[in-house]
C-alpha cells in the first residue's frame, strides 16, 4: 500500500497544517465591506442640501453731500470820499492834460445881475479859478463844464448881463495854455426855495474826471 504525500498546490489541507487563506479572504472582505459602508455614509452627508449664508460687502457708492463751489469774497465797493468844501483846489485829469481847478465862491442870490431868470428861479452866481498844469492846451465851455447839484428842481445857465458874474463874450475856458490861470463865473437860475448842495466840475462837458464840492 502506497502512502499519499499532500501538496500546496492541490488545494488539500492536511491536520497538520492550517487553511490560512481562506481566513485572510473572510477578513478582507470584511474590511472592504466596513470601507464601502463608510463611503455610503459619507455620499449620503454630502447630498445633503447645505444653506449657505452670503454676506454682501458693503457698498462702497455712499451718497455724498453736494459740493459747492467755494463763494467768491464780494467785492468791496470803493468809498465815496466826501467832497471837499468851497475854496478847496482839486486836480481834474481831462485826458490830454492836466488842471488845478478851484471853486473859490457861491454867490446866492446874485444881485443886481441884469439877469432875466424864468418865474419861481432867482439866479446865483459860481466863481471859480483854473490853472492847466501840464499836457496840452485846455479849450472847453464854463457852462458846460460847470454844474450844480439842488435841493429840488433843476439849476439852469444863466446869462449874466452886468456886475461880478457878467457873462464874457468870450468863454473863459477858451484855449488856456500851460501854466496860464483863468478866472470866471458861470450864473444859474436855481429854483426859489432849493439849496446848493454840491458844484461840480466836469472836463470837457464829460463825467469821467468829474469833480465836485460842497
Known sequence: M?????EWGDGYVGSEVPDTSRATRILVAIVLAVIAAYA???CGGSGA???TTSTAPPSTSSTQPTRRPPRKPAKKSATRRPSPPVGTTQRVKTGT??????VTRLIDPLRDSGAAPLPGTHAVGVMLSIRDDSGATYDS???GDVSLVASSGTASPLFIKQGICQTPLVDFESLIG???VRDGCV?????QGARIRAVRFSPHSRAPGTVSWR
Request: glycine letters at 10%.
Open 2 to 6: 502506497s502512502t499519499v504525500t499532500p
Open 40 to 42: 455610503v455614509a459619507g
Open 49 to 51: 442640501t447645505t444653506a
Open 97 to 102: 492834460s492836466t488842471l488845478s481847478v478851484t
Open 141 to 143: 465851455t464854463a457852462s
Open 178 to 180: 500851460v501854466g496860464e
Open 187 to 191: 450864473g444859474f437860475s436855481l429854483p
